[in-house]
């Protein structure tokens, strides 16, 4: 059997909700080398995912900075109740 060398991925090999869910792993450099091509060559074609993936970096830069003490009780609640409905819509 013959084995050709895999082409290089273009930006429609993966969807942008599957680019998304990458994003995580993308950033803490935990992907395979070829999901991280993956996920490069749909960056590279995909302004929304390139905007989306700017913000991830945005709100983690911000958030590293706020500290449990330094939001009001309602703006801790506001946002654990907001992480709360996100966890339950990713579920299947």
Sequence with gaps: M???PRAKPDGH???CRQAVALMT???DGALSEDDRALVEA?????EACTEHL???R???TVTGRVRDEDLN???REDLMNLYRRWQADREP
Excluded at 42 to 46: A, T
Aim: proline share 4%; charged share 20%.
């Design 2 to 4: 013959v084995t050709t």
């Design 13 to 15: 090999d993966i969807t």
């Design 25 to 27: 792993d993308y950033l």
């Design 42 to 46: 749909h960056l590279g074609e995909c």
């Design 54 to 56: 700017r913000q991830i």
């Design 58 to 60: 945005v709100t983690v």
């Design 73 to 75: 009780p309602r703006a």
